[in-house]
Structures are given as structure tokens and as C-alpha cells.
């Protein structure tokens, strides 16, 4: 279609807006009154200057027989065909009209009962209920568990079982001390489960099928509270194009209200909210490091506002994720510039944040593989740089996405971040594409990080995972998330034996054994220069072996 049709369909759906309003207008003025002629005022406003009376048979009046006189079968007949001709003729000679001004004129002569009933509608709205009562609600087109209605809630059986159901995840079993689900502290990630994307033709989730935007976030919020009320999880995370797409952000008046009676009546809580800062079109060149000024202060806008809900929303955490702000060439980019507009942006996210009273905690998410190009917060390491570089560190955490840590050990990312105490949050998912985490040294290794640290709150483990395109039942996302959940659940059994056994700690401890000195103790407590070291001695001993096999060994062995 050409853009010069288009703009033609645009017009003509303009002006039929246009007309609907007029019309509506007209008929709430006078009950019964049909515009047939419109014309525009001096001011440009639309008003109607010619209307037919809808109380008339056929639009038009009817000679009634008088009262007590029965008309002939066959004029009965015959008046019925003539009606039904007329109805089917675009003739307009049967159809009788008025000028606005003769209309209570005429229904004052044919029409004396609804005349009068008007009349003291006007004087009295309260009268209304008697003329015209209530119709009855709109039973609802779906329940409460209309799409999840063929699965019973998810529980946790040690034995084996159907798929449905858990076999290492037992929210309220003790590991350590603490509850398996303070430990995991899982959360529902709507953006890949819920959120499909519009080109992809594979899946179409019913709660995204619906052309009105309101009622389809309603319906996704549905969706995803009874998902997660299956599942037993009590945290969720979310970007705010998930729930209200964007240009539709007046929805979120009539949104925001209905998600926390959702969290009230679940009590389910936000773990973090998020700015979709990458999907619209203007963030080609990034948001906070875009050389465009208005992309700025577009970014500034959407993220103060999604702050805002993510308060409202009592949410834990507010996650920063700029997923295009890198530098594809060097010819074309001021570093310098750059970097001090992002450090400002995050200023005045950190300024926000305490005019709001929020108490949320602030999250960076490096990701320097997505989308491939150098990141200014490509990794752990140079995320904490610049955030010391600007001294914001006491200000940020980090949110560590595994997934995305191509070229770079995931693990080693989760670890470090740890070792710099500025881990805050994780999001668990395999590999680029998103899937299923299944691997149960990697959730083993993440969930003995964790341990170490005591736990994550107020951050959380964010199922940050997609099926795969062929995968479109929704039993299919059921079985990924059991599948995830189980795998960590796994990994956190194991890990807390590890720890209890001890001997991977032991290992650990005795190679650097010779460390455990009054002289070691002071280096490590910065009491110590070259020239005093330089007058040291130390016993002098063959240099140990790594025993890097044996510590694969102790930790496979953890494993089984």
C-alpha cells in the first residue's frame, strides 16, 4: 500500500471518529434523536442540523389504526412486506426528518409518554433507573484459571513422578538454617514468558491476542499471577513495556491500580522493576550515551517513570540496563563525553531515587554480549571501575546475567562480584538464547557462591529463560520453569553439602597455608612497605603442586 493511501485510510478513520462523537453528542442531547446532516461551525466544530426520530417505525411515522379496530389479515400482510421494502430501499422519500429545534416539537405530538419520561429525566437523573434499569453484568469471558485450568499446582515429590510436579524444590524445607525459598528466592520474569514478541508468528499466548491494550494487560496480568500462584513463586520482575506497551502509557492510571490488588490479594511481591531502554527504534545509538540530545531526555522520563512504579509497586530492587550504550567504532564516538553523560544519568538516578523515599536497591546489569558490541559496562570489573571512577559504588550493585557473558566465565562473574560484596541480584538463565538453565555444576557453583555470601536478599534469582520457538503449548513454559527451578534447587542441595562436609574448604585453605603468619597478617592488613619486606625471610619450600584434578575430583564427587 502506498504512504499516500495510507494517510487517505488515516483521514477517512479520522473523520469517522469525528462523526461517531457528533452522533453520540446528538443522541445523549435528545434521547431517540438520529443525525442524518452535519456541517461545520465557524469555530470548525462539527453540529447537526438535520435528525430522524428513531421512536418512528422505519425512521419514518406510521398511520396507526384507531384503537379497537383490527386491520385485515391481508393489510397486515402487506403493510409487513411494505415495511420490509422500505427498510432494504435507500429511497430516503420515506424517511421524515427534522431540524433540530422541530425534534421536541414532534416528540411531544407522536411520541407524549417517552416525551414526558425525557422531561423528567432532565429534572431529575435519579429517575432514570426506572425507564431505563441497569442491564445485567457481562459474565466474564474466562475464569480465574482460564489458562493454566488443566493444571494442577505445582508440588514438590521426592519420588518419581509426572513432569508436572517438583523433584528437588521444596519451598519450605530447611537447608542451613533457612528456608529453600530464601535461599532461591525465584521470580517470574514477564518480559520472555509473558511478553512475546509481535514478529515472531510461532507463539501466540491468548492473553496477547487481544487488539484492546487495556484489557490485554489486564489479561496478561492474569495470566501471569496465576502462573505464578501454580508454580508457588512469590516474586516477580518486570520492564515496563511488558505490562503497558509503549504510547499507551495512560493505561498505566488503570493498570498500576489493578496489579497491586493482585500483590494484595497473592501476596506476591516485585522483586525488581526496569526501563526497556533497547527495544524502541530511537535508542539505535543508546539512551544515556546517545549523541542525541532528546533521546536523553526521553530516556530520563521513561526510566524516572518506571522508578516510580517499581516504588509504588514496593519492589526490591531497580534494575539499570542500557543495551545499547556502547561504542560499534572508535572514528565515531567521544568517549570522554560519553562517559560523563552516563555517569550524570546515573547521578541523577541515584537523586530520584531519594526525593521518591524509595528504599529499593539500585542494580547495574553489565551484559557485554547483548547486543554484540563493546559495552561501557562490558563485565563485573569495569562496571565497579567506572562506578568508583564517579564515585557511585556505594550507590549501585550489580545484577549479574550469566547468560550474556560470552567470552567471559559466568561463573567467574557471579564469584567476583561476590568478592567485591556488590552482588545484588542474578539472572539464571543458559546460554544466548535464553534457555532453560540444566546444568548442575553451573547451578552448583552459583549456589555455593551464594551460600558464602548468605544469601542474595534483597536481591533474588530471576528466571530470566524463554522455550524454544517450536515449543507453543503452554505446558511447555510450565515444564521450563519446574525445570530451572529444579535445577537450582539441585545445585543449592549440593552446594550446602559441600559446605557441610567441608573438605573442598579445607583444600582450599591449605594452599595458602603458608599465609597464616604474623607476617602474612600484616601484609594483608596494609602494615607493610618493600623496604620492610625486603628485610624478611620466609622458610623456603618447594613449591606445591595446583592439584587441580583432585579439586575436580572433590567437586564432580559433590555432585552425584
Not at 273 to 292: C, D, F, Q, V, W
Not at 377 to 391: E, G, I, Q, S
Not at 408 to 414: A, K, L
Not at 524 to 530: H, K, L, N, S
Request: proline share 4%; charged share 25%; net charge neutral.
Amino acid at each position: 500500500m502506498e504512504p499516500t493511501e495510507l494517510w487517505e485510510d488515516a483521514a477517512t478513520q479520522a473523520k469517522r471518529k469525528q462523526r461517531k462523537v457528533a452522533w453520540k453528542d446528538s443522541y445523549m442531547r435528545i434521547y431517540g434523536m438520529a443525525p442524518t446532516q452535519r456541517q461545520q461551525d465557524e469555530t470548525g466544530a462539527t453540529i447537526v442540523t438535520e435528525v430522524q426520530c428513531l421512536f418512528c417505525a422505519s425512521f419514518g411515522r406510521e398511520q396507526q389504526p384507531p384503537a379497537g379496530d383490527a386491520a385485515p389479515a391481508d393489510e397486515v400482510a402487506n403493510e409487513d412486506a411494505r415495511k420490509r421494502a422500505r427498510k432494504k430501499s435507500s429511497n430516503v422519500k420515506y424517511f421524515v426528518t427534522f431540524r433540530v429545534d422541530q425534534f421536541t416539537q414532534h416528540l411531544a405530538r407522536e411520541h407524549p409518554a417517552k416525551w414526558a419520561a425525557y422531561q423528567e429525566i432532565r429534572n431529575n437523573p435519579d429517575a432514570a433507573a426506572a425507564f431505563f434499569p441497569e442491564p445485567a453484568a457481562p459474565t466474564s469471558v474466562y475464569d480465574e484459571s482460564f489458562f493454566f485450568k488443566d493444571m494442577a499446582p505445582i508440588t514438590y515429590e521426592a519420588t518419581d513422578g509426572d513432569v508436572l510436579s517438583f523433584r528437588e524444590y521444596c519451598a519450605d524445607e530447611f537447608i542451613l538454617g533457612k528456608p529453600m525459598h530464601e535461599w532461591c528466592r525465584f521470580a517470574m520474569c514477564f518480559w520472555h514468558g509473558f511478553r512475546t514478541s509481535e514478529s515472531d508468528a510461532t507463539i501466540r499466548r491468548p492473553w496477547n491476542v487481544l487488539e484492546d491494550m487495556l484489557l490485554q494487560a489486564k489479561r496478561r496480568i492474569d495470566a501471569a499471577f496465576e502462573f505464578m500462584e501454580l508454580l508457588g513463586l512469590r516474586l516477580f520482575a518486570f520492564q515496563d513495556t511488558d505490562l503497558v506497551p509503549e504510547g499507551y502509557e495512560h493505561h498505566w492510571d488503570v493498570v498500576l491500580p489493578y496489579l497491586q490488588a493482585k500483590m494484595r490479594d497473592s501476596s506476591i511481591c516485585c522483586l525488581y522493576g526496569a526501563a526497556n531502554l533497547m527495544a524502541n527504534r530511537r535508542y539505535m545509538h543508546g539512551s544515556a550515551t546517545s549523541p542525541s540530545l532528546g533521546v536523553y531526555l526521553e530516556a530520563a522520563a521513561q526510566v524516572k517513570r518506571a522508578m516510580r512504579l517499581t516504588h509504588l509497586l514496593g519492589g526490591d530492587n531497580f534494575v539499570l540496563w542500557n543495551g545499547r550504550d556502547g561504542l560499534p567504532s572508535l572514528v565515531s564516538t567521544d568517549l570522554a563525553k560519553e562517559d560523563v553523560h552516563y555517569a550524570m544519568f546515573l547521578r541523577m538516578v541515584v537523586e530520584y531515587k531519594t526525593s521518591l523515599g524509595a528504599t529499593f536497591q539500585l542494580l547495574l546489569k553489565p551484559k557485554p554480549a547483548d547486543p554484540l558490541q563493546p559495552a561501557y559496562d562490558r563485565d563485573v570489573a569495569t562496571t565497579l571501575c567506572f562506578l568508583l571512577r564517579h564515585r557511585l559504588q556505594t550507590h549501585f550493585k550489580i545484577c549479574v546475567a550469566p547468560t550474556s557473558s560470552l567470552g567471559i566465565d559466568p561463573m567467574h562473574e557471579v564469584a567476583y562480584a561476590s568478592m567485591t560484596k556488590c552482588l545484588g541480584s542474578i539472572d539464571c538463565s543458559m546460554g544466548d538464547s535464553y534457555q532453560v538453565l540444566s546444568d548442575a555444576k553451573h547451578a552448583t557453583q552459583l549456589m555455593r557462591t551464594v551460600i558464602q555470601q548468605q544469601g542474595l536478599a534483597p536481591g533474588g534469582l530471576a528466571l530470566d529463560i524463554r522455550v524454544r520457538r517450536e515449543s507453543t503449548s503452554l505446558k511447555d513454559l510450565v515444564v521450563a520453569h519446574i525445570s530451572a527451578m529444579d535445577t537450582l534447587a539441585r545445585g543449592l542441595r549440593k552446594a550446602a553439602n559441600m559446605y557441610l562436609k567441608g573438605e573442598l574448604d579445607r583444600k582450599v585453605q591449605a594452599r595458602y597455608a603458608s599465609w597464616d603468619c604474623q607476617l602474612g597478617r600484616q601484609i594483608e592488613g596494609r602494615d607493610t612497605t618493600f623496604e620492610m619486606l625486603s628485610t624478611k625471610s620466609a622458610r623456603h619450600e618447594p613449591l606445591a603442586s595446583g592439584e587441580l584434578e583432585t579439586f575436580d575430583l572433590l567437586f564432580q564427587r559433590g555432585l552425584s
